[in-house]
T-cell receptor, first 115, second 114 residues
C-alpha cells in the first residue's frame, strides 16, 4: 500500500518570500507523484507531476518540485509567492503498475500568504 | 471546452434519506473517478470507472454506497440511508484513457446530512 505524509498542516509566509511545502511518501512499488492545488470552494487543479526522467519538475504558476528517491520525498517550492497562491496544496501518489490513476493523497498543507 | 461538472453543488438531506450525486465528465474521457473529501479523513478514493465498468470499487466505505456510469459518460453516485458521517464534499474527476494522464476535477458536491 502507498501512503503520503505532508509534514506541515499550515504554512504562513509573507508575499514575495520563498516557500517549501514538504511531502514524503511510502511505497513498496514504484509510484508517480503529483501536486494539486485547491482554491476555496473549487475542485483540485494539477500543479505538476513526476513520472520519470529529470528529478526536477516545473509546473504552473512558477512552482517546481524535486523528486528524491533515496529520501522518498517530493517537496514543492516557489521562489517568490503571491497573495493569489493562498490555497490548500495536496501531494499525491499512484502506482506505476496500476494501469490507472488511483490517487492516494496527503492530508494537505494550507498555504497562507500575507501582505 | 467544458470541464467536469457536478450537480447539485450543495445538498442537505435528513439522516436516513437516499441521495444521488451526478458527474458529467469531459467529453471523450474514458476514465472517471469519485473521491470524498471530509474533515476527518481527508481526500479518499472511492471508485474508478473505465468506460461503463468499475474495475476498482475498493474505496466505497459501505454497501450503502453505489455508483454507475452509463454510455461511457455521466456517472451517478448513490448513497442510501444516509448517515451523519457521510457529510463531506464528493469530488468527481475524469481523464483521457488510463495511466498517469492528468485527472480533471469537478467543483464537487457538498453533502450535509442533518
Amino acid at each position: 500500500a502507498q501512503s503520503v505524509t505532508q509534514l506541515d498542516s499550515q504554512v504562513p509566509v509573507f508575499e514575495e518570500a520563498p516557500v517549501e511545502l514538504r511531502c514524503n511518501y511510502s511505497s513498496s512499488v514504484s509510484v508517480y507523484l503529483f501536486w494539486y492545488v485547491q482554491y476555496p470552494n473549487q475542485g483540485l487543479q494539477l500543479l505538476l507531476k513526476y513520472l520519470s526522467g529529470s528529478t526536477l519538475v516545473k509546473g504552473i504558476n512558477g512552482f517546481e518540485a524535486e523528486f528524491n528517491k533515496s529520501q522518498t520525498s517530493f517537496h514543492l517550492r516557489k521562489p517568490s509567492v503571491h497573495i493569489s497562491d493562498t490555497a490548500e496544496y495536496f501531494c499525491a501518489v499512484t502506482r506505476v503498475s496500476g494501469g490507472y490513476n488511483k490517487l492516494i493523497f496527503g492530508a494537505g498543507t494550507r498555504l497562507a500568504v500575507h501582505p | 471546452g467544458a470541464g467536469v461538472s457536478q450537480s447539485p453543488s450543495n445538498k442537505v438531506t435528513e439522516k436516513g434519506k437516499d441521495v444521488e450525486l451526478r458527474c458529467d465528465p469531459i467529453s471523450g474521457h474514458t476514465a472517471l473517478y469519485w473521491y470524498r473529501q471530509s474533515l476527518g479523513q481527508g481526500l479518499e478514493f472511492l471508485i474508478y470507472f473505465q468506460g461503463n465498468s468499475a474495475p476498482d470499487k475498493s474505496g466505497l466505505p459501505s454497501d450503502r454506497f453505489s455508483a454507475e456510469r452509463t454510455g461511457g459518460s455521466v456517472s451517478t453516485l448513490t448513497i442510501q440511508r444516509t448517515q451523519q458521517e457521510d457529510s463531506a464534499v464528493y469530488l468527481c474527476a475524469s481523464s483521457f484513457d488510463r495511466g498517469a494522464n492528468e485527472q480533471y476535477f469537478g467543483p464537487g458536491t457538498r453533502l450535509t446530512v442533518t
